[in-house]
């Protein structure tokens, strides 16, 4: 590679970007989880009559489920801050220290303050949706469950702290290698 194809990629260059695709209708993930108990009784239940046994109806809800469900998923865009950004960030978040001068220890191993330092890295990282500072409120402190939560805070991490490298999907291996051979 030359200087002048490092120029062009330089120019080129952006942070890196993750989506999370995230499910705001909860209360669907629960009626889709019953409804599968129920096809799992259904199935291991024999069928008494020649009409069937009622999974094929239950099977056809859970789907139309799944549709509702992908129709109240929003797939949340982060970006990764720059180093300087992002030194600046985690020194806006110090550990917090008790009476002693000790630094906590649910702090300790990262070092910033976890209460503070994770919703902020959400909100800052979180390129689209835009919201203001009530609908944050509302889907941080009402809509997302903790494990929604750390879906997002865990890419926004992972964006600035571990390595970002060219994806790989063994699908698309697998149907461009099986198309170029055709």
């Avoid at 056809?60 to 030194?87: G, I, K, N, S, V």
Wanted: charged share 30%.
């Amino acid at each position: 590679m030359t200087s002048t194809d490092f120029t062009t990629l330089l120019a080129a260059a952006k942070l890196p970007e993750r989506t999370v695709p995230i499910c705001l209708r909860g209360d669907l993930v629960a009626e889709f989880e019953d409804l599968e108990r129920q096809l799992e009784d259904e199935l291991r239940t024999p069928a008494v009559s020649l009409e069937g046994d009622g999974s094929g109806a239950i099977a056809d809800r859970m789907e139309a489920l799944r549709a509702e469900m992908q129709a109240h998923t929003y797939p949340f865009r982060l970006r990764a801050m720059a180093r300087p950004a992002w030194r600046a960030f985690v020194a806006a978040h110090p550990p917090r220290k008790d009476d002693a001068g000790e630094v906590d220890e649910r702090d300790r191993i990262i070092g910033v303050n976890i209460e503070t330092f994770y919703p902020a890295l959400v909100r800052a990282s979180v390129v689209d949706p835009q919201l203001d500072d009530a609908q944050w409120a509302r889907l941080l402190d009402e809509v997302l469950t903790d494990r929604q939560f750390d879906e997002l805070a865990n890419a926004a991490w992972g964006l600035n702290r571990r390595e970002v490298d060219v994806p790989f999907s063994p699908a698309a291996s697998r149907m461009t290698r099986g198309s170029a051979t055709e």
